[in-house]
């Protein structure tokens, strides 16, 4: 917590730190955290509590002072309508990876935005080519408050696609090109590709 609040103290006024708990905390931790997250300007707080534990994700964000993010808690169809029906959080995390492809997650950003809640375009630490499909999804919703997360490729040391995506400003341009805008390269995807032994 010291960390995050000290980064967001060294950062200008126009950055937002948000902290991703990924599952760690039980309810009593996070409803001890949150508040002193708040008092740090921490804007979100991202699955402070297991994934299967919706009824603590619903306490926490109505008693919660920062936006309360879903994020692993949400992999089913069933489990976005739980969530946005009861608001047992302010915002989702969308993966396109996670939930199926493109169609089937962008059915989980429309029954958020239904449900009233906020969207945020996340990652798998895709290479170029899951990027660049995610970027195509992400620039055509309507509303993405808390905007998207597509840094996988700069992760990376290799990559299957030909040629890289290019980033401005620190924001990834989304490809123009035909399909999702990245090619396939056939020799690095036969260099990386594993074969079964005996």
């Not at 902290?19 to 740090?40: C, F, K, S």
């Not at 808390?146 to 990376?156: A, K, M, R, V």
């Amino acid at each position: 917590m010291q960390r995050a609040t000290a980064i967001r103290d060294a950062l200008p006024e126009a950055a937002t730190v948000r902290v991703d708990v990924n599952q760690a905390w039980d309810e009593a931790t996070a409803r001890w955290a949150i508040p002193a997250l708040h008092a740090g300007s921490i804007a979100v707080v991202e699955q402070p509590v297991h994934a299967a534990s919706i009824d603590a994700m619903r306490r926490l964000t109505r008693a919660s002072p920062i936006t309360v993010m879903a994020d692993e808690a949400v992999t089913t169809p069933q489990e976005a309508m739980a969530y946005a029906s009861t608001h047992a959080c302010d915002a989702l995390s969308i993966k396109v990876t996670r939930h199926g492809g493109l169609m089937r997650t962008a059915q989980f950003a429309h029954m958020a935005s239904a449900g009233g809640l906020a969207i945020f375009g996340g990652t798998m630490i895709e290479g170029a080519i899951g990027t660049a499909a995610s970027a195509q999804l992400y620039s055509t919703l309507p509303d993405l408050q808390w905007g998207c997360q597509l840094f996988g490729p700069q992760l990376l040391v290799d990559d299957v696609a030909i040629s890289a995506l290019r980033y401005d400003d620190f924001a990834l341009c989304v490809p123009d090109g035909p399909g999702f805008g990245a090619t396939l390269d056939p020799e690095k995807l036969a260099y990386h590709q594993r074969r079964q032994t005996a």
